[in-house]
């Protein structure tokens, strides 16, 4: 090369790595591109029942802002959402309404037992209550507490955000 300038090689991708070739080119695999957008653009929906609506009401506070994870905007229609937050206790009669919300969900779907209401029935100990929603929904995570914490919540989005960055993104029109 002239001037004493040598030739570098680029860096080659070993095992579905990401490569950072200088500071403007990144390569990735288009499945874990995918995760990572999706896992920043979570658009709940929440289903809320209970007093644990006053803990989710202060997600969007200024402590605990759960825009941070992309999360915020909750839709009130569950066709433009994906994230189903369960929020306190599901009575038999609701049951059948928590279950067409799940259905009318986009794919891919995910669904968070928020308190100990939703995820086991809580402290009711009667034919009335849904002793945990996973007999309707399945469930991807459970959130403890009752109420639960702010944080407990946004521990239980960053493992669900976790959980969506390593599935296997499913590519509607594209060969696998």
């Known amino acids: 090369m002239e001037n004493g ?3 570098t090689t680029t860096p080659r991708l070993q ?3 990401e490569a950072l070739l200088g500071d403007a080119v990144v390569l990735t695999q288009i499945d874990k591109a995918i995760g990572w957008a999706r896992k920043y653009s979570i658009f709940p929906y929440p289903f809320a029942t209970a007093c644990c609506a006053m803990e989710y009401m202060a997600l969007s ?3 605990y802002d759960i825009d941070r994870f992309g999360a915020l905007l909750p839709r009130f229609s569950p066709r433009q959402a994906d ?3 369960v929020i306190g206790t599901v009575t038999c009669r609701q049951a059948p309404i928590l279950k067409r919300v799940y259905e009318q969900m986009t794919e891919p779907k ?3 037992a928020f308190g100990a209401c939703a995820s086991t029935g809580g ?3 009667n034919y009335t209550t ?5 007999r309707i929904v399945p469930v991807d995570v459970y959130v403890p507490g009752c109420p639960p914490r702010p944080e407990n919540v946004l521990d239980a989005l960053m493992a669900l955000q976790r ?4 599935q296997k993104q499913k590519l509607r029109g594209m060969a696998a």
């Open 130 to 134: 849904v002793a945990g929603i996973d």
């Open 61 to 63: 506070m200024t402590p």
């Open 110 to 112: 995910w669904v968070m």
């Open 15 to 17: 095992g579905g790595d």
């Open 163 to 166: 959980k969506i960055h390593s």
């Open 83 to 85: 994230l189903l937050m």
């Open 123 to 125: 402290f009711y100990d």
């Open 5 to 7: 300038q040598t030739l």
